[in-house]
Every structure is written in C-alpha cells, then in structure tokens.
C-alpha cells in the first residue's frame, strides 16, 4: 500500500454510521492494487449532522467520489447538483461522482441485485417475486427488478415509517412500467405466505437478521418456503442470517448479501474509475461462493 500512495492519489470515501464493519474499503482498494490505479478508498464515520460539511469538504478537497450508506442514503441528495434517474426514482444515493466539481448522486444497489441474480444463474424475468423492505435498499431493487423486466413484485414492509416509500415505490412503478406491484403489511402472515408461494425469489432487503437484530427473522416457520424458492438476504453479516438457515432447511437455494454488495461496488467502481473491476478475483479475495 505505501508504495502506491504518492502525490497524485485520488480519495474516494464511504461515509455511514455504523461503517467500521464494512467489507467495501477492501473490495475497493484490492481492486485498485490489482488494475494498478491510483486511487484509495477509505470508510469515514459520518451521520446526517455532519454531512452537509462532509460533502463541502469533499467539494473543497476535490475528492474523486464517495459511496454512501445508512444513514445518509436518503438524505445526502439535498447537498449534490445532480442525481441518475434512477436515484431520482429511487429517493436514495450510494455513490457520489464528482467530475470538476460537479456532484452527481447515483444508486447502484438495484443493479447490483440484478447483475448478482444474474451471476448466480436465477432467473426472474417475467416472473413473480416477493421481496420485504421499503427503506433505500428494498427500494432499489424493486425499481431496478421493475425496470429490467419482472413481471410482478410484492413488497411487504411494517407499518412504520418506510411503509409509504413501499406505497409510493408501488405507484411510480405501476404507472411507470410493465410490471405489476402490489403492498401488503408484514403483519398479513397468511398474505405473505401466499405470495411467497407465488413466486420464485424471495428477499429480505431489511436489516433483520442484522445487529441489533441478529437471530431473529418474521418468518414464523419454513412452511412458508418450498424447495424450488431462491431466497436472498441482502445482509451478509452475518454470512447466514436466521432467515437463510430457515430457507436451508426448506431445501431452498439460498444467496446473502455480499453478491449485490460486490456487484453495486462493481457498479460505483465503474463510475468512479470508467474500468470494469476484476469481479472472478474479488469473488476470491472476499471469498465469495455461490
Ligand atoms: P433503511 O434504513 O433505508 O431501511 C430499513 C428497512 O428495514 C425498512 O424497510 C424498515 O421498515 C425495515 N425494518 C426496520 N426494522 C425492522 C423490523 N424490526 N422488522 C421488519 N422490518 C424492519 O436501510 P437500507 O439502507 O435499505 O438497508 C437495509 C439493510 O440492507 C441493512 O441491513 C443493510 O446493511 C443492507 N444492505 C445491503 C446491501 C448489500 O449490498 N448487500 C446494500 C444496501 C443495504
């Protein structure tokens, strides 16, 4: 690493709070050793109080570009200049570019979902599928899952705050696209495990299953799965949550989060740098397996 620090190297950032745990400075930097770039990439303890002078600080330092996450996601658009279409749908940015100065907010989770799908061979073109979360993540996913061709898409959220996002994510996308969204409260079990049976992915885009919430999951039992159901975790820490271990012993195929999180850093690397990033090396040196 000294030897590839001079001068010349660009920052690029992550800014979220909690962040200390995230597995994307070394995805990143990895990646830079290994096509020889000249950038680093490194994780800043940032909340919403300080980061409008983050951003100005990043304005001011000329930094490259950040990615950001929780829980800055959905509010960091009021500091930029511009935003992707896809962040402007999605009400939410996980990469920053700047280019001379000019601050553009991009997603890239939804992609990475997709592209991640893709690399592990599920299908879900003109399928069905279900999916629980309304926050940043779940939205993105559902935008992109709509955009790039499924057929339907049942969101399930608690009623809590984001359970509007999932109504308003419903609506955009059912005027805006082909496909067909429907929203249903977490609380309907019965309606749950009736669309789960419908459909032919099934994922958790929340942070159950995760610290603070780390062995639990709503999913009252593994009657709701059956053995040709996929079910995705977005989590990956910890690599099976209670929910995968739960679909394992359905018989189900099974995927945590550190393929979207590869794929979505694959997605802000290219941003970022304009090259593809090395995906069959990071898959080894992040161990990931499907
Ligand atoms: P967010 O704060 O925007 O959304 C939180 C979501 O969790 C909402 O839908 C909320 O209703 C739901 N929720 C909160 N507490 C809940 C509970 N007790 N029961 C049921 N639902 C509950 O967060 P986000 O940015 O969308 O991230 C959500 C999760 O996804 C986090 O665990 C994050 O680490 C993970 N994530 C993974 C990737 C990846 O690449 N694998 C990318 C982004 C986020």
């Known amino acids: 690493m000294a030897e590839r620090i001079s001068g010349h190297t660009e920052l690029i950032g992550l800014i979220a709070n ?40 990043f304005r001011a330092m000329k930094v490259r570009g950040s990615n950001v996450s929780m829980p800055n996601k959905t509010v960091v658009h009021k500091y930029l200049d511009k935003l992707s279409p896809a962040a402007e749908l999605c009400g939410a940015v996980n990469t920053i570019v700047n280019d001379n100065g000019i601050l553009t907010g991009h997603i890239t989770d939804g992609i990475g979902c997709m592209m991640a799908l893709k690399d592990a061979g599920v299908d879900v073109i003109g399928k069905k599928i279900t999916i629980v979360g309304a926050g940043g993540a779940a939205t993105a996913i559902e935008v992109q899952a709509a955009l790039d061709g499924v057929a339907e898409i049942s969101i399930f959220n608690t009623k809590d705050k984001f359970f509007v996002n999932a109504e308003k994510t419903a609506e955009k996308l059912n005027s805006k696209t082909n496909c067909k969204v429907n929203v ?88 970022f740098t304009g090259k593809d990033m090395p995906i069959e090396y990071m898959k080894e040196v992040l161990n990931i397996k499907y």
């Open 184 to 271: 249903f409260d977490l609380a309907d079990l019965e309606k749950l495990k009736e669309e789960i049976a419908s459909s032919v992915l099934f994922i958790n885009a929340t942070g159950m299953g995760m610290k603070p919430l780390e062995g639990k999951t709503y999913i009252p039992d593994k009657s709701f799965f059956r053995p040709d159901l996929t079910v995705l975790d977005i989590v990956y820490i910890p690599a099976e949550t209670a929910l995968l271990k739960l679909a394992k012993k359905a018989g189900c195929r099974t995927l945590n989060g550190l393929g979207m999180m590869l794929f979505q850093g694959a997605a802000a690397f290219k941003l």
């Open 18 to 57: 909690p962040i200390r745990h995230s597995t994307s400075p070394k995805m990143h930097n990895e990646a830079f050793a290994k096509l020889g770039l000249d950038y680093v990439y490194l994780a800043f303890e940032v909340g919403n109080e300080e980061l409008e002078d983050t951003i100005k600080g």
